[in-house]
């Protein structure tokens, strides 16, 4: 009984390394400086997409020369208000917390602190998690700071509490993602500020590289279907199963995930290509809806975008719960890879051709005496 | 058969095959316990072709103060680096009141204190704020930890700096902080790698203040230094490194007799007058215990200065000759070639 309880008490006391971040990072006046200008970037963010949706205006949708001129849609501003709350935030993410996990072994490198550390009982998973633990921490607070904002866009309707609650899940597994990033380049490089660039190269390709792919594998696709006599029916990128693979690649895209939470509820119109703003693998890819339409206006097909908006992967996953699990793995992969070469020695037996082995100690000089103290001098 | 040994065991100091018969010489059979052992020591670093360790092999017995001496790159800081568990051997193993460095690293590190030569501090944290983060990666927690703060703090003399910050202390006293760091799970075991380094004198000498104190409370300090003469009074034995070799081991008296035959002695003679000067010149070539080619004289000052082989009574043998001859002798002085200067002599040889 005394050992469980034990055991649950070592559970519920907090790393020293943990508490000893958390202090020193909230010293002085840089921490909470940082969230005050993040939060006034991001209410000046929410109030220039609040007025550019047409907020503050009955009748302003569109352009007055236009067909679409129409009264203002409430729920498109809380749509719109929606993505581009959790957009910032992932790009929050990304900024801050490699930044935060970037030094966690290079810093006691650097400052001749690790080999303290490494004789102590601490050992290298326990420091490399309490100094995770600390960042994760200060960064999910960062993303917290902001649901009264994001709550806004329950002003305007269009997005669902749950909604929310993906949103908020993609960005705090994104959060843990980019930090574990951090802290693997940290311990692989040794050095703080090469650590935290690779880290922003890496996390640069997760975010634009997967979308960047999904679109060029569609242009050829598209390409392709210039095969296709004059008027006869082309594939259509929303319900073709060819688009498939392409889509499915945008499970590695945070902003194509967000723009998956509302996918199921985006407005059916039937005239307009904006419908597909919320799919994620149309406007996300970098805007130009005429990648999918090569020919005539989306109109042609608009009936079938009902059917595009079933979810493209396997099991009915939607692609930010796909994106969700796949991001954890990412977590658990890059911390158990920052732990393995954190080692104090750097071994070259990760580098070495298994073909050059080190020549045994025999070969070399060996001294025939060896003096052996046993007599003392007290 | 060292595969086999429990924690707390020690290790047989050769795996040698014996008759069954005879008793097998292990390390049980010495009398005087031993808090450090290392055995068939080898290190090398990842890429390097010659051997930072070379068949280290060595004994501290418990409560000592132990120097290790050594150039720059000699092993010494490998060799504690090894003891610490932060670096791997390569070939042998350290063991540490019984416990294997390769084996059993969480209970070497339990047992000993490391202070690195090339330390550094936490610069955004205070001096009792250190103490308490490295006692609660110790698992020390509460008013334990607190008390314990505050007596390593009084042991080390920095008692009134507890709430200054790391960033205004001077060398001295990081050394000393470093020092209380290391004792904060009350080790049996403290390896000290070149504590003396960059402080200044009185420092130094508070140092070894520290240390006999540590030794009296029943401590094993192993203590390492480029400078022999750091050392020397507060060792009770030291160990010579070269090359990451051990080339000698003992107190400062065994290395000498064993080492360079008979000691030499430097002696410093001032006379009264010029023909005493000649005089003595004259006597000094004839006395038969004078190394050769090894006369100074100074004729402003009327000192001659000459090693003589063998101890102090040689010395006063070589007094009394030279005032045999006549010489009027105003100052006699006398001391022992540094050990060091020994070795460094050996090493260009």
């Given amino acids: 009984m005394s050992k469980v309880l034990r055991f649950f008490g070592r559970l519920l006391r907090p790393n020293p390394v943990t508490v000893r971040e958390m202090k020193a990072r909230m010293r002085g006046p840089r921490a909470f400086a940082l969230l005050g200008v993040y939060l006034a970037v991001l209410g000046l963010l929410t109030y220039l997409v609040y007025i550019r949706s047409g907020g503050g205006n009955s009748y302003s949708y569109g352009n007055p020369s236009q067909v679409t001129y129409g009264p203002t849609k409430s729920f498109e501003i809380g749509q719109n208000l929606f993505i581009t709350i959790f957009m910032f935030l992932i790009f929050v993410m990304a900024l801050v917390a490699p930044a935060l996990t970037g030094g966690s072994i290079s810093r006691e490198v650097e400052g001749r ?19 995770y633990l600390s960042a994760l921490l200060y960064v999910f607070f960062l993303a917290l700071a902001a649901i009264p904002v994001a709550c806004v866009v329950f002003i305007f309707g269009g997005v669902e509490p749950q909604d929310i609650l993906a949103g908020y899940a993609i960005v705090l597994i994104s959060g843990a993602a980019y930090a574990a990033i951090g802290a693997f380049f940290s311990s692989l490089i040794r050095r703080t500020g090469p650590a935290i660039l690779v880290s922003y190269v890496v996390i640069a390709l997760l975010i634009m590289g997967s979308q960047l792919t999904s679109s060029s594998i569609v242009t050829a696709i598209n390409g392709d279907t210039n095969r296709f006599p004059a008027g006869a029916i082309r594939p259509d990128p929303r319900i073709d199963p060819a688009f498939d693979f392409p889509k499915r690649i945008l499970v ?3 902003l194509a995930s967000i723009g998956s939470v509302l996918t199921p509820n985006a407005p059916f119109r039937s005239n307009n290509t904006d419908d597909l703003q919320y799919f994620p693998a149309s406007s996300l890819f970098g805007g130009n809806p005429n990648t999918y339409y090569r020919q005539g206006t989306g109109g042609q097909f608009a009936q079938n975008n009902a059917l595009a908006r079933m979810p493209i992967l396997p099991n009915s996953w939607a692609l930010w719960g796909a994106y969700v699990l796949i991001y954890s793995g990412i977590v658990a992969l890059f911390l158990l890879l920052s732990i393995a070469v954190a080692r104090p020695e750097r071994s070259v037996r990760y580098f070495r051709l298994p073909f050059r082995k080190p020549r045994p100690y025999r070969r070399t000089k060996v001294a025939t005496t060896s003096a052996v103290n046993q007599s003392s001098g007290g | 058969m060292s595969e086999n040994l429990q924690p707390g065991e020690y290790p047989e100091e050769r795996p040698v095959e014996q008759p069954t018969d005879q008793p097998t010489e292990t390390v049980q059979e010495y009398e005087i316990p031993l808090s ?13 072709r010659d051997y930072a360790l070379n068949d280290f092999n060595l004994s501290v017995p418990t409560g000592q103060i132990f120097g290790l001496i050594g150039a720059n790159g000699a092993g010494k800081t490998t060799f504690l680096k090894v003891c610490s568990t932060i670096l791997q051997p390569t070939a042998g193993d350290v063991y540490i009141e019984g416990y294997s460095v390769r084996k059993y690293p969480n209970e070497v590190r339990r047992l000993i204190g490391y202070m690195p030569d090339d330390f550094g501090l936490y610069d955004d944290m205070a001096v009792g704020e250190y103490l308490a983060f490295f006692a609660a990666c110790y698992g020390l927690h509460g008013k334990k930890r607190t008390r314990l703060v505050n007596e390593l703090l009084q042991l080390v003399d920095l008692a009134d700096k507890k709430n200054d910050s790391l960033r205004t202390m001077s060398r001295g006293m990081k050394q000393r902080l470093c020092l209380a760091h290391a004792l904060v799970h009350d080790p049996k075991v403290l390896l000290l790698d070149e504590p003396a380094s960059g402080v200044d004198p009185r420092a130094r000498y508070e140092l070894r203040e520290l240390l006999r104190e540590l030794s009296r409370m029943g401590k094993t300090v192993v203590v390492s230094s480029h400078v022999l003469a750091e050392l020397e009074e507060v060792c009770d034995s030291i160990a010579i490194v070269q090359q990451g070799k051990l080339v000698a081991c003992g107190t400062t008296d065994e290395i000498a007799n064993n080492f360079g035959g008979a000691a030499q002695r430097t002696v410093t003679v001032r006379v009264l007058t010029k023909l005493d000067l000649l005089r003595a010149e004259a006597a000094t070539a004839e006395f038969m215990q004078v190394v050769k080619d090894s006369l100074v004289i100074d004729e402003a000052t009327r000192r001659l200065e000459v090693d003589i082989m063998g ?3 040689s010395c006063a043998d070589f007094l009394a000759y030279l005032t045999n001859a006549g010489v009027h002798v105003a100052q006699f002085g006398q001391k022992a070639i540094r050990l060091e200067e020994f070795f460094l002599r050996e090493e260009a040889v």
């Fill in chain 1, 113 to 131: 602190t690790y080999e303290l550390l490494l004789v102590t009982p601490i050992n290298r998973r326990s420091l490399i998690f309490g100094k």
């Fill in chain 1, 252 to 254: 590695f895209s945070p």
């Fill in chain 2, 36 to 48: 450090l052992q290392a055995i068939g020591l080898f290190k090398r670093y990842a890429r390097r």
């Fill in chain 2, 311 to 313: 101890d102090e009574a």
